[in-house]
């Protein structure tokens, strides 16, 4: 059984790395992501409304027994993902194609929010302005997107890579 549970306040600074999906739409790739995050000891957060029902089924296939090793932290909506989101203190750093910085460019640190937009629309203008960094991973040029858990995995790695000591 996957272990949900809701946001509660006040969120304590200084959690360790985490990984936010915003309202996504398949839910292989979520629990995909969902199974990176038990196998590397990262939060999960998930922010409705999903394109699928949020549920322990929707994930199993992808995540299998890995899902029982994660945390993951429900949103009902983008306002309640900001609200838990400031009193974490933590920094929003959005992956988007039109992201400025590239991703092996920045610094990363212990609790910062990597998140993910939709697989059919990435994120809105909104979610764009409230993030500390907007991150884009470097593709060849004509080409439109890698797949969302694969940017989730490179993202994760460079900024684990950076952060974590052992």
């Not at 999960?44 to 090793?69: C, K, N, Q, T, W």
Request: charged share 20%; glycine share 6%.
């Amino acid at each position: 059984m996957i272990r949900w549970e809701t946001a509660s306040f006040p969120a304590i600074h200084g959690q360790p790395m985490q990984i936010a999906l915003f309202q996504p739409d398949i839910p292989q790739n979520t629990g995909t992501i969902l199974r990176l995050c038990a196998c590397m000891d990262t939060e999960a957060h998930i922010i409705e409304p999903a394109g699928f029902p949020v549920s322990d089924r929707a994930f199993r296939r992808a995540g299998m027994d890995y899902l029982d090793a994660v945390r993951i932290i429900h949103h009902a909506s983008w306002d309640h993902f900001e609200t838990w989101r400031r009193h974490a203190r933590a920094r929003l750093m959005v992956f988007s194609t039109h992201g400025s910085r590239p991703y092996l460019e920045v610094g990363y640190r212990p609790n910062d929010v990597l998140l993910f937009g939709r697989e059919s629309a990435g994120v809105p203008e909104a979610v764009m302005t409230a993030a500390d960094e907007r991150i884009v991973i470097p593709m060849a040029p004509g080409l439109r997107s890698l797949n969302v858990a694969v940017c989730a995995a490179m993202a994760l790695g460079e900024a684990l890579r950076q952060t974590r000591t052992a």
